[in-house]
């Protein structure tokens, strides 16, 4: 039977041949790698799920994940053993006591970017996009057997259809030169299931897009660039955390789940424990379906709960319309919650499982997790990835970790257009954050202690203004819109209205022309009969008196309707020249 392994440090490459020299994976991993391998014919996405389906199908892990009843079942009372024996901090929606930009010396967005790639791009290159269609849902809880299609169409956290995320914003079209705008459903937001910085910390770093025809992004020459030791762990072992790291979820989950730690690194003595935090969890999807404390008992099985109530106002306007949009009420709360945290508690599983293996893990969990990547019916030992990454221990790990994200940050800094004193001064600020100076000994210094909240002040007051930010610029828009639209119908009615009166204006002087002519002819005609009434008169005729009666006034040369519709015309027309003149520049510049 074929198992899952992993080689040293060698990449597989493109051709078979050069597979056979080089330290192989076990033929159950080999198959799909040469699928993605020889010539990159697949997406990283599909080489993550392929991977997770090996990981599956070949251990005791798919067989304890496809269990129904969770509650009772051996790993969830390892879990709930475990995370007993530490004090219950108070649920925090921060990770860490620093931030991001502390920690790295750059912005979140920044870091994100320089380290792994997009928000968005981390989850499609292991997800792959999410199903755009509001009637379809996967019905049932998430398993192994389902996982591919379920995690398409639901949301991770709360298992409602991803696609129905009733958050509205503007959507912008242009047609032919004008500006449409509308209204539209955000789309769902990508969700680390571990917050970033504990992903890029504490797990294995973050998801790069794949180079064609290797199977893993390799951060190890980055390293040695940078004069950075080289990591020990197999990059099978990280490929498979970080395929588990990433899910779809809805806008309303993610921003209210925001950096709330469900798994944390626990140290007690020498030994370092990887444990799933259950009180945040169910305190999280408390305040989501608005259960009280014995329904949270029940829910997750804990005698004691340390609440947040401060989390009871985030985003209630959001929370309105998810309930609304989802069916969400009294009667069927206590259900979804259940439904709910089943399925975060089995998606966590194979990450606490994976990260569970190393050198100073503690003993119990460590045997368990080892157990569980075995396969009792075909494999007794150890698969040879768990047993190369069983020698690496977590103070290098936690290393590696922060090696190998400085070095992207220095090769993309580098790699900028930026001046080389503006470069010169961010790796300056790399090599000079707290995080760069801490020894492994240290790193858990940054994590929150039993029953601490740093600046709640100030976060209560980031969480208003995002709440105010999030859920009411939809309204104010709205309203605001609809004032800009009144002021331009008034407007309308007054530039429409503007040549009728300039007709009857022009209509009134000439009736008022017409008189004065009239009276003048008069005059002339009788001052002319009583002098020379000899002299035969002629009388206007029509022609003649038409063209006097219509006659310009001298004030407005040229003027009249007409001839501004010509002028409009010849403006148009320059402009039309102008544009092809620039059209024709441009693209000359761009063959040359």
Same mark, same amino acid.
């Given at each position: 039977?074929?198992?899952?392994?992993?080689?040293?440090?060698?990449?597989?490459?493109?051709?078979?041949?050069?597979?056979?020299?080089?330290?192989?994976?076990?033929?159950?991993?080999?198959?799909?790698?040469?699928?993605?391998?020889?010539?990159?014919?697949?997406?990283?996405?599909?080489?993550?799920?392929?991977?997770?389906?090996?990981?599956?199908?070949?251990?005791?892990?798919?067989?304890?994940?496809?269990?129904?009843?969770?509650?009772?079942?051996?790993?969830?009372?390892?879990?709930?053993?475990?995370?007993?024996?530490?004090?219950?901090?108070?649920?925090?929606?921060?990770?860490?006591?620093?931030?991001?930009?502390?920690?790295?010396?750059?912005?979140?967005?920044?870091?994100?970017?320089?380290?792994?790639?997009?928000?968005?791009?981390?989850?499609?290159?292991?997800?792959?996009?999410?199903?755009?269609?509001?009637?379809? +849902?996967?019905?049932?809880?998430?398993?192994?057997?389902?996982?591919?299609?379920?995690?398409?169409?639901?949301?991770?956290?709360?298992?409602?259809?991803?696609?129905?995320?009733?958050?509205?914003?503007?959507?912008?079209?242009?047609?032919?030169?004008?500006?449409k705008k509308s209204w539209r459903h955000k789309t769902p937001d990508?969700?680390?299931?571990?917050?970033?910085?504990?992903?890029?910390?504490?797990?294995?770093?973050?998801?790069?897009?794949?180079?064609?025809?290797?199977?893993?992004?390799?951060?190890?020459?980055?390293?040695?660039?940078?004069?950075?030791?080289?990591?020990?762990?197999?990059?099978?072992?990280?490929?498979?955390?970080?395929?588990?790291?990433y899910a779809w979820s809805h806008t309303y989950c993610n921003q209210f789940k925001s950096q709330i730690p469900f798994i944390n690194l626990k140290q007690k003595g020498d030994d370092y424990e990887y444990v799933i935090e259950i009180n945040n969890i169910v305190q999280y999807l408390g305040v989501m379906f608005g259960l009280d404390e014995a329904q949270k008992k029940q829910v997750s099985g804990l005698d004691t709960l340390v609440e947040n109530s401060n989390w009871d106002n985030?985003?209630?306007?959001?929370?309105?319309?998810?309930?609304?949009?989802?069916?969400?009420?009294?009667?069927?709360?206590?259900?979804?919650?259940?439904?709910?945290?089943?399925?975060?508690?089995?998606?966590?599983?194979?990450?606490?499982?994976?990260?569970?293996?190393?050198?100073?893990i503690q003993s119990e969990t460590n045997i368990f997790c080892m157990n569980q990547l075995k396969n009792n019916n075909k494999h007794i030992k150890n698969r040879s990835f768990v047993q190369k990454t069983q020698k690496v221990g977590i103070q290098e790990r936690l290393i590696d970790n922060r090696n190998r994200m400085n070095a992207w940050l220095k090769k993309k800094i580098f790699n900028s257009k930026k001046k080389q004193e503006e470069k010169e001064r961010l790796v300056y600020l790399i090599n000079t954050t707290p995080l760069s100076t801490l020894r492994s000994t240290q790193f858990l210094t940054l994590f929150f202690g039993e029953n601490e909240v740093i600046d709640d002040n100030k976060e209560e007051a980031l969480e208003e203004?995002?709440?105010?930010?999030?859920?009411?610029?939809?309204?104010?828009?709205?309203?605001?819109?609809?004032?800009? +639209?009144?002021?331009?119908?008034?407007?309308?009615?007054?530039?429409?209205?503007?040549?009728?009166?300039?007709?009857?204006?022009?209509?009134?002087?000439?009736d008022v022309e017409r008189e004065v002519a009239a009276k003048k002819r008069s005059k002339n005609l009788n001052t002319s009969s009583s002098s020379s009434s000899q002299r035969k008169i002629k009388p206007y005729g029509k022609r003649s008196l038409s063209k006097e009666l219509n006659a310009k006034p001298p004030w407005r040369p040229g003027g009249g309707k007409r001839t501004r519709i010509k002028k409009r015309k010849r403006k148009r027309t320059r402009r039309k020249k102008r544009k092809k003149k620039r059209s024709k520049k441009k693209r000359t510049r761009k063959r040359r």
């Open positions: 039977m074929s198992s899952i392994g992993t080689p040293t440090t060698t990449t597989t490459t493109t051709t078979t041949n050069n597979m056979k020299n080089q330290q192989q994976f076990s033929p159950a991993v080999n198959k799909v790698l040469a699928l993605h391998t020889k010539g990159g014919r697949r997406t990283s996405s599909e080489l993550c799920k392929d991977i997770r389906d090996v990981l599956y199908s070949t251990t005791n892990l798919g067989v304890t994940l496809k269990d129904s009843n969770l509650g009772n079942s051996d790993i969830y009372k390892h879990i709930l053993k475990r995370f007993g024996e530490y004090p219950i901090n108070l649920p925090n929606r921060r990770s860490l006591r620093l931030s991001t930009e502390d920690l790295t010396g750059s912005a979140r967005s920044t870091t994100e970017r320089y380290v792994g790639q997009s928000t968005a791009g981390q989850c499609k290159s292991v997800n792959g996009d999410f199903n755009k269609s509001s009637k379809s +849902n996967t019905v049932g809880a998430w398993s192994p057997d389902n996982f591919r299609v379920w995690e398409k169409n639901n949301c991770w956290l709360c298992g409602k259809n991803v696609s129905i995320n009733p958050v509205t914003i503007k959507k912008v079209q242009k047609k032919k030169g004008k500006k990508c969700e680390h299931k571990l917050a970033m910085m504990l992903m890029i910390l504490i797990g294995a770093g973050l998801k790069k897009s794949k180079l064609k025809g290797q199977s893993h992004q390799d951060s190890n020459q980055a390293k040695k660039r940078y004069n950075y030791k080289a990591g020990k762990t197999p990059p099978l072992w990280k490929l498979l955390v970080r395929s588990e790291g985030l985003y209630v306007n959001m929370k309105t319309h998810w309930r609304r949009e989802h069916n969400v009420d009294d009667n069927t709360k206590l259900h979804d919650a259940q439904y709910a945290f089943n399925n975060i508690i089995r998606m966590l599983i194979p990450t606490y499982v994976l990260l569970n293996i190393g050198k100073n203004y995002l709440e105010t930010e999030v859920n009411e610029t939809y309204v104010d828009i709205v309203s605001l819109s609809q004032e800009i +639209n009144q002021e331009d119908e008034d407007y309308n009615d007054v530039v429409i209205g503007i040549p009728d009166t300039i007709e009857e204006e022009e209509e009134d002087y000439n």
